[in-house]
């Protein structure tokens, strides 16, 4: 088992990719604790109005990827 924890936020749109980048995941970093955001919105769109299904699409394939990845 890792001593770390790996985090991987979903969001709608660029601010909060930003918000997590560069203030959230340093500060969770510290801890050991490793966030990358991933946007679920299409490239080119400005964010939100994003469909259950492809969340659940995007979650699902996350949590294949390996064991010890959280999705939020």
């Not at 936020?9 to 995941?25: H, N, P, R, S, Y």
């Not at 510290?30 to 490239?43: C, E, G, H, V, Y």
Request: no cysteine; aromatic share 8%; charged share 30%.
């Amino acid at each position: 088992m890792s001593d770390y924890v790996e985090v991987v936020a979903l969001v709608e749109g660029k601010t909060e990719q930003v918000f997590i980048d560069k203030l959230l995941g340093k500060y969770l970093a510290d801890r050991n604790i490793f966030m990358t955001a991933i946007q679920l919105s299409k490239p080119g769109q400005k964010g939100g109005d994003v469909k259950f299904s492809r969340a659940l699409k995007d979650i699902s394939s996350h949590l294949k990827e390996r064991p010890n990845t959280y999705v939020t």
